[in-house]
C-alpha cells in the first residue's frame, strides 16, 4: 500500500531522513514510536502528500507523490488520506457538524450534499456524537473533540488514516474508546479494498496492540518486536 | 472547490471578521466617495469649460491682425500701417487651404455711447468694430437688418456677454434690474462719433448718429457695439483715414487639421495671428492637467485604503495560517485557498466602491446645491460643479475591485503556498 524509496529530507540545514526506506504490503494497524523531534509527524506529512522529500520517491497506492501535481495531491488528501491530529485541529468558530464537513467542501467528487450528509449522520452515529452536532468545538470534551475529528478524517471514506498521536491529549477513558473506534475502523470487514491506520504514539502499551510496530530513530527506520 | 463551498466560506468569514472588514470597508468606502467626488469636480469644470468657452470658438477660424497691438481703438496707427486690405483678401482667398476670408475693421477715432436704460440715460466711451455681415449675422435671426443702409439708424449688435456681465455685476451692485435680450432689442442708442470723455477727433467735427440695437452675438466685440463693416470704412474715411485698411481678417479654413500650418506660414509675414484652436489646445490642457491633479489626489486616498487593506489582511492571514494548513490536510488546493482571499477582498472592494460613489454622489449633489446658493452672483457664474459620468463610476468600481485583489495578492499566494506542516505542529 505504501512505500518509501530512499527519502532524504530536511528542516532548514537540520537532516531529518536520511536514505528512509519502508513497505507496507497490506493493510494493517501500524504504529510509529520515536523521540520527540526525531521527525515522526515529518513522516506522516510525507505519506500524506503536505511534504515533498529532496530525494527519493513516497508512493501510496500505486501513487507516486511527487509527481502529482497540487490539484491532484489535494484531491489525494481529499479522498484516500484521513489525518487525525494530537490537538484535534477543530475550527471553534464552526459547529461539529460544520466542522465534519469540511472535507466535503474541497471534495472534487460528483456526490453532492446530500450524500455528505447522509454519511455524516452515519458517522456521528457509530461516533456516538449525534447529539453535539450543533454544539461549537470549545464546549467539548477532549474525547469529544477527537471524536469530531475522526468522523471529519473519515467523511470522505479514505483508505488510509493518519494519526499523529490521536490520544496524546486524552484521559485513560477516552484514549480506550478512541483506539477501540480507530481499530473498529481499520478492522471493518464491508471495506473491500482494505484499510491501513498508521498511528504515530509515545505510548508503549497504544504502540503494542498495532500489527506492526515501526520505531524511528537516528538510524533510520526499523520494525521493532511487540 | 466548487462556488456553493466557496460562497459558504466567505460567508462564514465576513461573518467571523466583520469588524476588520467594516473597518477595510470603511476605508474603501471613504476613498472611492472622495475619488468619485474629486473627478466629478473635475469633469464639471471640463464641461463648464467646454460649454462656457470652447464651444463659442470655432476651431477653423484665425485670426490675422497687424503687429503692433491696437488698444481699444485709441491707437490710429495700426490700420494705416496695418497691409491688410483687398489686395491681402484676394492673396488669402487664393490659398487652398483658406475657404473664406472676412473682413474686420475698428473705428479709427474715439466714440461715446449712450442710449436710455429704463428711465434714465447711460452713456459710456466704448469702441466701434465693423464686421462683414456674412461672418456675424450668419444664421442669425436678425441676419437681414445687419446691412448698410444710408439714411436709416445704423444696426447695431450688442455682445451676450456684455449683457450677462451687466446683469451678474453690474445691476446687482447698483441695485438695477437684471434685464433680458428681448428687453434691449429695438432700443434707440446714440453714437457721438469723433469724441469721448479722453479726447476728440482732430481732422473732422465730432458727428452724432443714431443706432438701434437690431441683436446679440458671442463672437462681437465685448465693450462696443458692433455694426456692419460698411459704416466703420465710411466713418474711418471721415476722420482722415486715406487708405481701406482693415483692422483684421478672420480666415476660415477648409479644415481644422490646416490651422497650424497657415497659422505658421502667415506669422512668417509678420502677421500677428490668434487662433482659436491653440487656444482651445491651452483650455484643454489647462483642464486635463486639473483633473490629472484631482485624480491623483483621488487615487492618493485610494491608496492610503489599500495600505489598511493590505495591513487588514496580512493580520486575518497571519491569524489564518493554522487553518489554511487545516484546509490544505483536507483537500484545499493552493487555487482554493487563493480563491477564497481573492473573493473576499473583491467583495470588500466591490462592497466599499459602489457605496462610496453613491454617498459622493449624495454628497456631491447636496455641496452642490449649497454651495451655489451661498456663491454671490457673478458673470460666468456656472449652473453646477459637478458632472457625474456612469462610465467614470463603473472604472472606478472595476479598478478598486483589481486594485483590491492586486494588493494583497502576494499575501494571499505566500499563505496559501505555505508549508502546512509548520502549522499543524
Known amino acids: 500500500m505504501i512505500e518509501l524509496k530512499g527519502i532524504n529530507f530536511s528542516y532548514s540545514a537540520n537532516r531529518i531522513f536520511s536514505n528512509?526506506?519502508?513497505?507496507?504490503?497490506?493493510?494493517?494497524?501500524?504504529?510509529?514510536?520515536?523521540?520527540?523531534?526525531?521527525?515522526?509527524?515529518?513522516?506522516?506529512?510525507?505519506?500524506?502528500?503536505?511534504?515533498?522529500?529532496?530525494?527519493?520517491?513516497v508512493?501510496?497506492?500505486?501513487?507516486?507523490?511527487?509527481?502529482?501535481?497540487?490539484?491532484?495531491?489535494?484531491?489525494?488528501?481529499?479522498?484516500?488520506?484521513?489525518?487525525?491530529?494530537?490537538?484535534?485541529?477543530?475550527?471553534?468558530?464552526?459547529?461539529?457538524?460544520?466542522?465534519?464537513?469540511?472535507?466535503?467542501?474541497?471534495?472534487?467528487?460528483?456526490?453532492?450534499?446530500?450524500?455528505?450528509?447522509?454519511?455524516?449522520?452515519?458517522?456521528?452515529?457509530?461516533?456516538?456524537?449525534?447529539?453535539?452536532v450543533d454544539r461549537y468545538p470549545d464546549s467539548l470534551s477532549g474525547g469529544e473533540r477527537q471524536r469530531t475529528a475522526i468522523?471529519?478524517?473519515?467523511?470522505?471514506?479514505?483508505?488510509?488514516?493518519?494519526?499523529?498521536?490521536?490520544?496524546?491529549?486524552?484521559?485513560?477513558?477516552?484514549?480506550?474508546?478512541?483506539?477501540?473506534?480507530?481499530?473498529?475502523?481499520?478492522?471493518?470487514?464491508?471495506?473491500?479494498?482494505?484499510?491501513?491506520?498508521?498511528?504515530?504514539?509515545?505510548?508503549?502499551?497504544?504502540?503494542?496492540?498495532?500489527?506492526?510496530?515501526?520505531?524511528?530513530?537516528?538510524?533510520?527506520?526499523?520494525?521493532?518486536?511487540? | 472547490m466548487d462556488n456553493t463551498s466557496?460562497?459558504?466560506?466567505?460567508?462564514?468569514?465576513?461573518?467571523?471578521?466583520?469588524?476588520?472588514?467594516?473597518?477595510?470597508?470603511?476605508?474603501?468606502?471613504?476613498?472611492?466617495?472622495?475619488?468619485?467626488?474629486?473627478?466629478?469636480?473635475?469633469?464639471?469644470?471640463?464641461?463648464?469649460?467646454?460649454?462656457?468657452?470652447?464651444?463659442?470658438l470655432p476651431s477653423n477660424q484665425i485670426i490675422v491682425r497687424s503687429k503692433p497691438l491696437d488698444l481699444m481703438g485709441v491707437s490710429f496707427s495700426s490700420s494705416k500701417s496695418s497691409g491688410l486690405n483687398?489686395?491681402?483678401?484676394?492673396?488669402?482667398?487664393?490659398?487652398?487651404?483658406?475657404?473664406?476670408?472676412?473682413?474686420?475693421?475698428?473705428?479709427?477715432?474715439?466714440?461715446?455711447?449712450?442710449g436710455k436704460l429704463i428711465k434714465s440715460y447711460y452713456g459710456s466711451d466704448a469702441i466701434i468694430v465693423g464686421y462683414d455681415s456674412e461672418y456675424l449675422a450668419s444664421g442669425q435671426d436678425w441676419e437681414d437688418k445687419f446691412k448698410y443702409e444710408p439714411g436709416k439708424p445704423v444696426p447695431v449688435v450688442a455682445s451676450s456677454t456684455l449683457l450677462e456681465i451687466y446683469n451678474e455685476a453690474f445691476a446687482s451692485a447698483n441695485n438695477l434690474p437684471?434685464?433680458?435680450?428681448?428687453?434691449?432689442?429695438?432700443?434707440?442708442?446714440?453714437?457721438?462719433?469723433?469724441?469721448?470723455?479722453?479726447?476728440?477727433?482732430?481732422?473732422?467735427?465730432?458727428?452724432n448718429v443714431k443706432g438701434v440695437i437690431i441683436g446679440f452675438s458671442n463672437i462681437s466685440t465685448i465693450f462696443g457695439a458692433s455694426v456692419p463693416l460698411e459704416y466703420v470704412l465710411k466713418w474711418n474715411k471721415m476722420f482722415g483715414m486715406k487708405d481701406n485698411n482693415y483692422s483684421a481678417?478672420?480666415?476660415?479654413?477648409?479644415?481644422?487639421?490646416?490651422?497650424?500650418?497657415v497659422v505658421s506660414r502667415i506669422k512668417d509675414t509678420g502677421y500677428r495671428v490668434e487662433s482659436n484652436l491653440e487656444l482651445s489646445r491651452r483650455l484643454t490642457t489647462l483642464t486635463r492637467v486639473m483633473i490629472g491633479i484631482l485624480l491623483i489626489l483621488g487615487l492618493l486616498f485610494l491608496f492610503l485604503s489599500l495600505i489598511n487593506l493590505v495591513n487588514i489582511f496580512r493580520l486575518i492571514v497571519n491569524e489564518r495560517k493554522r487553518e489554511v494548513a487545516l484546509f490544505r490536510s483536507l483537500g484545499a488546493s493552493i487555487k482554493d485557498i487563493i480563491s477564497l482571499f481573492v473573493l473576499e477582498s473583491a467583495l470588500l472592494g466591490l462592497a466599499g466602491s459602489i457605496a462610496g460613489i453613491l454617498s459622493g454622489l449624495v454628497f456631491s449633489l447636496i455641496a452642490q446645491k449649497y454651495?451655489?446658493?451661498?456663491?454671490?452672483?457673478?458673470?460666468?457664474?456656472?449652473?453646477?460643479?459637478?458632472?457625474?459620468?456612469?462610465?467614470?463610476?463603473?472604472?472606478?468600481?472595476?479598478?478598486?475591485i483589481v486594485l483590491c485583489v492586486i494588493s494583497p495578492f502576494s499575501i494571499f499566494v505566500k499563505s496559501a503556498s505555505s508549508d502546512p506542516a509548520k502549522h499543524l505542529g
Open chain 2, 371 to 400: 454651495l451655489l446658493a451661498a456663491l454671490p452672483s457673478f458673470p460666468f457664474k456656472p449652473l453646477y460643479l459637478f458632472t457625474f459620468s456612469p462610465l467614470a463610476a463603473l472604472l472606478i468600481i472595476a479598478g478598486t
Open chain 1, 20 to 57: 528512509l526506506n519502508l513497505e507496507i504490503k497490506e493493510s494493517c494497524i501500524c504504529s510509529l514510536v520515536g523521540r520527540s523531534g526525531i521527525g515522526k509527524s515529518t513522516f506522516l506529512y510525507l505519506i500524506g502528500g503536505l511534504l515533498k522529500p529532496e530525494s527519493g520517491e
Open chain 2, 178 to 207: 437684471r434685464l433680458t435680450e428681448k428687453d434691449i432689442i429695438g432700443r434707440e442708442l446714440f453714437l457721438d462719433l469723433g469724441k469721448n470723455s479722453l479726447r476728440r477727433a482732430e481732422d473732422y467735427s465730432p458727428l
Open chain 2, 86 to 114: 483687398n489686395n491681402k483678401v484676394k492673396e488669402y482667398e487664393s490659398w487652398k487651404e483658406i475657404k473664406k476670408v472676412y473682413k474686420q475693421a475698428d473705428a479709427a477715432f474715439p466714440v461715446h455711447v449712450y
Open chain 1, 59 to 132: 508512493v501510496v497506492l500505486g501513487k507516486n507523490l511527487d509527481k502529482e501535481n497540487d490539484i491532484s495531491l489535494s484531491n489525494y488528501r481529499n479522498t484516500t488520506v484521513g489525518f487525525i491530529f494530537q490537538h484535534f485541529h477543530l475550527i471553534d468558530t464552526l459547529t461539529v457538524k460544520e466542522n465534519i464537513l469540511i472535507p466535503h467542501l474541497f471534495s472534487r467528487k460528483a456526490a453532492g450534499k446530500e450524500a455528505a450528509l447522509e454519511r455524516l449522520d452515519m458517522l456521528v452515529r457509530e461516533l456516538k456524537i449525534e447529539d453535539l
Open chain 2, 249 to 261: 481678417l478672420i480666415l476660415e479654413v477648409t479644415k481644422p487639421e490646416y490651422v497650424d500650418e
Open chain 2, 6 to 56: 466557496l460562497l459558504y466560506l466567505v460567508k462564514r468569514d465576513f461573518k467571523r471578521e466583520r469588524k476588520r472588514f467594516i473597518g477595510a470597508l470603511w476605508s474603501i468606502f471613504i476613498a472611492t466617495s472622495l475619488l468619485f467626488l474629486l473627478l466629478s469636480l473635475g469633469l464639471g469644470i471640463r464641461s463648464y469649460v467646454i460649454e462656457k468657452i470652447l464651444s463659442r
Open chain 1, 151 to 226: 468522523a471529519r478524517a473519515l467523511l470522505n471514506n479514505p483508505q488510509i488514516l493518519l494519526a499523529d498521536e490521536p490520544t496524546g491529549n486524552l484521559d485513560s477513558d477516552s484514549t480506550e474508546k478512541i483506539l477501540n473506534i480507530l481499530h473498529a475502523w481499520q478492522k471493518d470487514e464491508t471495506s473491500k479494498s482494505g484499510r491501513l491506520l498508521l498511528m504515530v504514539t509515545h505510548d508503549k502499551n497504544i504502540a503494542g496492540k498495532a500489527d506492526r510496530k515501526l520505531e524511528l530513530s537516528e538510524d533510520g527506520l526499523r520494525d521493532i518486536d511487540g
